[in-house]
């Protein structure tokens, strides 16, 4: 009988925590970035802005405490490298190169929540993401002695996600599989909320064989975002 009223209790906590689940819509800026050595370190100056939309969902684990939140969004990365002086360029050839990857990405954070009033909570979360690269461009500026050019090509993806070992990788190429972790803190008021993110690249983005010697060039996004859910309640 015990063991019957325990597991009654766990579904009707199961079914009234689902019943408060939200969907919703959010947005934002991202400033990207992309390791240049084993370490993990980035400069500054070769960061890259872009933008983030999508959707996710909140599922109450433990009401106005804990969450899942499950998501997809459309969202930019990549970095940008400059050398020389665009204004003196007879002295200091000028060179800019861009590469904007876009990707799909499946973010499955887990949210602790902090309650501060009836409709208001702080929020961190942490979990992983797996990206799917879908487009983007990489483009060049130079100019030598007061005389520019430039060019842009689409960005040329390997295919060598899990589920395919692409044969014809090459240097050239990004990989079209990333993934790597999130790590999230914010405010929710009612039904908005406001969120700061860090995404940490575990897979080199790089083509070409993984080895330990050549551990560089992995994703890197600090982004901010607003959003609304709809439904439920608190």
Same mark, same amino acid.
């Given at each position: 009988?015990?063991?019957?009223?325990?597991?009654?209790?766990?579904?009707?906590?199961?079914?009234?925590?689902?019943?408060?689940?939200?969907?919703?819509?959010?947005?934002?800026?991202?400033?990207?970035?992309?390791?240049?050595?084993?370490?993990?370190?980035?400069?500054?100056?070769?960061?890259?802005?872009?933008?983030?939309?999508?959707?996710?969902?909140?599922?109450?684990?433990?009401?106005?405490?804990?969450?899942?939140?499950?998501?997809?969004?459309?969202?930019?990365?990549?970095?940008?490298?400059?050398?020389?002086?665009?204004?003196?360029?007879?002295?200091?050839?000028?060179?800019?190169?861009?590469?904007?990857?876009?990707?799909?990405?499946?973010?499955?954070?887990?949210?602790?929540?902090?309650?501060?009033?009836?409709?208001?909570?702080?929020?961190?979360?942490?979990?992983?993401?797996?990206?799917?690269?879908?487009?983007?461009?990489?483009?060049?500026?130079?100019?030598?002695?007061?005389?520019?050019?430039?060019?842009?090509?689409?960005?040329?993806? &390997?295919?060598?996600?899990?589920?395919?070992? &692409?044969?014809?990788?090459?240097?050239?190429?990004?990989?079209?599989?990333?993934?790597?972790?999130?790590?999230?803190?914010?405010?929710?008021?009612?039904?908005?909320?406001?969120?700061?993110?860090?995404?940490?690249?575990?897979?080199?983005?790089?083509?070409?064989?993984?080895?330990?010697? &050549?551990?560089?060039?992995?994703?890197?996004?600090?982004?901010?975002?607003?959003?609304?859910?709809?439904?439920?309640?608190?």
């Amino acid at each position: 009988m015990k063991k019957i009223l325990l597991s009654f209790a766990a579904l009707t906590i199961s079914i009234a925590a689902m019943s408060q689940a939200r969907v919703g819509i959010k947005a934002g800026w991202n400033l990207s970035n992309i390791t240049y050595d084993n370490s993990g370190n980035t400069k500054d100056s070769r960061g890259l802005s872009g933008f983030n939309v999508g959707a996710i969902a909140d599922l109450p684990l433990v009401p106005r405490i804990l969450s899942f939140q499950p998501g997809v969004f459309y969202t930019t990365k990549g970095t940008k490298l400059e050398t020389g002086d665009k204004n003196n360029s007879t002295t200091s050839p000028y060179a800019k190169y861009t590469i904007n990857p876009s990707y799909i990405e499946i973010p499955l954070n887990f949210v602790a929540k902090l309650p501060v009033g009836e409709n208001a909570s702080l929020f961190a979360g942490v979990g992983p993401y797996f990206a799917f690269g879908i487009a983007g461009k990489q483009k060049y500026e130079t100019m030598l002695a007061g005389v520019s050019t430039s060019g842009s090509e689409s960005i040329k993806w &390997d295919d060598d996600t899990p589920c395919n070992d &692409d044969p014809n990788t090459a240097y050239n190429k990004m990989k079209r599989f990333d993934w790597g972790g999130n790590v999230q803190v914010g405010a929710e008021l009612s039904n908005f909320l406001i969120a700061a993110q860090y995404g940490i690249g575990f897979a080199k983005v790089n083509s070409g064989e993984d080895n330990s010697t &050549d551990d560089k060039s992995k994703n890197r996004v600090f982004s901010v975002s607003v959003g609304y859910l709809f439904g439920g309640g608190k």
